[in-house]
T-cell receptor, first 119, second 110 residues
Framework: GAVVSQHPSWVICKSGTSVKIECRSLDFQATTMFWYRQFPKQSLMLMATSNEGSKATYEQGVEKDKFLINHASLTLSTLTVTSAHPEDSSFYIC???????????????FGPGTRLLVL | GENVEQHPSTLSVQEGDSAVIKCTYSDSASNYFPWYKQELGKRPQLIIDIRSNVGEKKDQRIAVTLNKTAKHFSLHITETQPEDSAVYFCAASTGNQFYFGTGTSLTVIP
């Protein structure tokens, strides 16, 4: 199946700093990438949907100035947590989706996740 | 937007028994319903999916049913094994976005 990588897998940072997380589709072109946040023992909460070359669509309650998303190419999307605070500590997972046209199912492939700890 | 509800939140079954997880969705435009298995600390893995033009799909010990009229779909695991223990998520998609259920923590007792 398709492979999605995410970097870094772990990051610890001081409060007030910014952290950038990369999501890459390694063997396919992802027309759409999704960013999720997952708290321990809870579901994946969709934060935003990003399409290559256009602005990300943020879910209600997600601060776009806090969580900056850039989808620079068909294989790379980045999430930057700006001025991170302890409450931003979480597990962030990206996923990439191939085009769903032509009767294909809109399958999404998940990255391995990034665990962020803000001290 | 779409609202996906999932029940139960936890489920314990004896090895060999069946497990059933149910989800409901609110957006009638949703037409694709994947199920994911997530083991602790790992990424979700797609285990089975169904499209809205199909009522049931089976893959070995796993099956999914969809009732489009009632807007609910279910995951059935038969002959459960300890390695089936994980958190399972349902999701609903219109093709552009995916919305997840709250997850079911399944424990298969040997």
């Amino acid at each position: 199946g398709a492979v999605v990588s995410q970097h870094p897998s772990w990051v610890i940072c001081k409060s007030g700093t910014s952290v950038k997380i990369e999501c890459r589709s390694l063997d396919f072109q992802a027309t759409t990438m999704f960013w999720y946040r997952q708290f321990p023992k809870q579901s994946l909460m969709l934060m935003a949907t990003s399409n290559e070359g256009s602005k990300a669509t943020y879910e209600q309650g997600v601060e776009k100035d806090k969580f900056l998303i850039n989808h620079a190419s068909l294989t790379l999307s980045t999430l930057t947590v700006t001025s991170a605070h302890p409450e931003d500590s979480s597990f962030y997972i990206c996923s990439a989706s191939q085009a769903s046209g032509g009767g294909k199912r809109p399958t999404q492939y998940f990255g391995p996740g990034t665990r962020l700890l803000v001290l | 937007g779409e609202n996906v509800e999932q029940h139960p939140s936890t489920l314990s079954v004896q090895e060999g028994d069946s497990a059933v997880i149910k989800c409901t969705y609110s957006d009638s435009a949703s037409n694709y319903f994947p199920w994911y298995k997530q083991e602790l600390g790992k990424r979700p893995q797609l285990i089975i999916d169904i499209r809205s033009n199909v009522g049931e799909k089976k893959d070995q010990r796993i099956a999914v049913t969809l009732n489009k009229t009632a807007k609910h779909f279910s995951l059935h695991i038969t002959e459960t094994q300890p390695e089936d223990s994980a958190v399972y998520f349902c999701a609903a998609s219109t093709g552009n976005q995916f919305y997840f259920g709250t997850g079911t923590s399944l424990t298969v007792i040997p």
